[in-house]
């Protein structure tokens, strides 16, 4: 089984977008696990502006048969 990163918006319900396919359970949750995954812990340059722009978000995984 494999796994896909989705980003949601807070502002967008349901209409979260792939950032990545084909991960691991393990990698799948170690970038969900990162600060930088969400609006309210992230502190990068790139991360701020996306919040700015999109307002706030959230990375999750889904497992994809």
Same mark, same amino acid.
């Given at each position: 089984?494999?796994?896909?990163?989705?980003?949601?918006?807070?502002?967008?319900? /349901?209409?979260?977008?792939?950032?990545?396919?084909?991960?691991?359970?393990?990698?799948?949750?170690?970038?969900?696990?990162?600060?930088?995954?969400?609006?309210?812990?992230?502190?990068?340059?790139?991360?701020?502006?996306?919040?700015?722009?999109? /307002?706030?978000?959230?990375?999750?995984?889904?497992?994809?048969?």
């Amino acid at each position: 089984m494999t796994y896909s990163i989705v980003r949601n918006y807070f502002n967008k319900p /349901g209409r979260g977008r792939v950032i990545a396919r084909g991960l691991t359970l393990e990698e799948a949750q170690a970038h969900c696990s990162n600060p930088e995954t969400s609006s309210s812990t992230a502190t990068s340059a790139t991360a701020k502006a996306r919040t700015r722009r999109m /307002g706030p978000w959230f990375d999750s995984f889904t497992d994809r048969r």
